[in-house]
């Protein structure tokens, strides 16, 4: 047969495809026998990234694929299938480099030359709204799929639903551990946003190493533009060790067997990944293609979550000294009123009022101003760790203190008092209000607010020239 006509028979993107039979079911090389003129303009134009050839490579019949493609198990795994196991392989795949959904169709062919056989990997562009989900490789597929699409559009707390719906992928894997961690560039961190482990698993997991950061980092990097990673057997893993050998130490102390990974994308930012470890080999291609999906949906809410996040943190912050506002503190005590938040008992109450912010606006200009009140957000944070601090106004701030001794809270307000209490620097009026029984908050501001005021009383009898500044 001549296979670069047949390819070119083909109106869609074609290639064909020879897989080397290997003794026990295994492969050898993978190559690009032959294309049409669409996929030779798709490789030599590098849309898809990540590829180990030089750029731009000009296509040659039989070269190993990874020349032109990134290399990638799950599609070595597909060819496999279709070539040597003679199945119809249909699925989707989404390309980061091109922004779009293709569905792929993987056809075997009878042909067979000295233990190389072939298949041809045609790919068409698609939307994701117009895909048969029926025509998956599974029906459980779909409904998988469609299940977890319900919870993430039908819920309202969006973080107990990721719990459950990590869980239920790792049953659709058949894993040990599944998760989905989020990554921040800016401040170099990662963090479980949920994980489900099961209940018999001794995988060391990815959190327990001190610079799973970097290994994260690694995976970027690693994956490149492909839509995942899947590591299913030694070969893999083999190949894992010798472009990623850090990441492979950590496999091999972990106890790892098998990964299937995703990164989380959104608008070509990644915000994280989603794993599956030591899952069900044996349906490699129906969890790839599961998640491939769930992903894209998963990617697009976590999206939302962040912006909503930092929408509220621009609601309910106060831009100029970081802490609190007075709309974040109005709420909180409304919700405590209302039975809506609680409150530990015992707490205290703080109210905090700058002494001589309009003299020094006047004096000065508001930018000296400006640099008071971050000094003093600042004191009031290191004074009161970990506790609620709120600009309640202008010059003034309140700090709820949860379960803390009376001891310690008093000793923390006077720590305060002794600090703020000359005019040089940032200097505070302090009122303060401790209960071990279950107040009335309201009583609790104002008692404490009552308190502030004796104090700033006090503090204009040993200042008086300071009174109208």
Same mark, same amino acid.
């Given at each position: ?178 998760? %989905?961690?989020?990554? &921040?560039?800016? @401040? =170099?961190?990662?963090?479980?946003? #949920? ?7 001794? *995988? ?109 943190? %621009?609601?309910?912050? &106060?831009?100029? @000294? =970081?802490?609190?506002?007075?709309? #974040? ?7 405590? *009123? ?132």
């Amino acid at each position: 047969m001549d296979l670069q006509k047949f390819a070119e028979g083909f109106s869609a993107t074609t290639a064909v495809i020879s897989v080397e039979k290997k003794p026990q079911e295994g492969y050898g090389r993978i190559c690009i026998a032959a294309g049409n003129q669409r996929f030779i303009d798709l490789v030599e134009g590098r849309l898809i990234s990540g590829t180990t050839g030089a750029a731009h490579s000009r296509f040659i019949p039989g070269s190993d694929y990874d020349k032109y493609l990134a290399r990638d198990p799950g599609f070595e795994d597909i060819c496999f299938r279709a070539a040597l196991q003679k199945k119809t392989m249909y699925t989707y795949i989404y390309l980061n480099r091109v922004g779009m959904w293709f569905n792929v169709i993987v056809m075997p062919l009878e042909q067979e030359d000295e233990g190389v056989c072939y298949c041809t990997y045609t790919m068409e562009p698609c939307d994701l709204t117009d895909m048969d989900f029926s025509s998956m490789q599974s029906l459980k597929t779909s409904s998988d799929v469609l299940r977890t699409c319900i919870k993430l559009h039908d819920t309202n707390d969006f973080r107990q639903t990721m719990v459950e719906i990590i869980k239920d992928i790792r049953h659709i894997c058949n894993a040990e551990v599944c998760t %989905i961690m989020l990554t &921040d560039s800016g @401040t =170099g961190t990662c963090s479980v946003l #949920a994980t489900d482990i099961a209940d018999d698993s001794r *995988i060391k997991r990815v959190t327990q190493f001190s610079n799973f950061y970097d290994i994260a980092v690694s995976w970027i990097k690693m994956i490149g533009e492909k839509d995942c990673l899947i590591i299913k057997n030694d070969k893999d893993m083999q190949y894992v060790s010798m472009i990623n050998y850090p990441w492979y130490l950590t496999l091999v102390e972990a106890n790892v067997q098998s990964v299937v990974m995703f990164p989380l994308r959104y608008n070509n930012e990644i915000l994280g990944f989603i794993w599956a470890t030591n899952f069900d080999t044996r349906e490699t291609m129906r969890i790839k293609e599961t998640l491939e999906l769930t992903t894209f949906f998963i990617s697009s809410e976590i999206a939302s979550y962040r912006l909503m996040e930092r929408l509220e943190h %621009i609601s309910y912050s &106060d831009l100029l @000294t =970081g802490v609190s506002n007075r709309n #974040a503190m109005n709420n909180r005590i409304s919700g405590i *009123i209302a039975g809506e938040e609680k409150l530990a008992v015992p707490y205290g109450v703080v109210f905090a009022d700058l002494n001589g912010l309009k003299g020094l606006n006047d004096s000065r200009g508001h930018s000296a101003g400006d640099l008071l009140l971050k000094k003093s957000a600042l004191l009031l944070q290191e004074s009161f760790p970990g506790s609620e601090i709120y600009r309640a106004g202008g010059d003034e701030f309140m700090v709820i203190v949860q379960g803390c001794g009376r001891d310690s809270f008093m000793g923390l307000v006077a720590a305060l008092k002794e600090q703020t209490g000359s005019p040089e620097g940032v200097s505070f009026a302090v009122g303060s209000y401790y209960t071990e029984e279950d107040c009335d908050i309201r009583k609790a501001m104002h008692i404490a607010d009552e308190d502030m005021y004796k104090n700033k009383e006090e503090y204009y009898e040993r200042y008086p020239e300071r009174r109208n500044r």
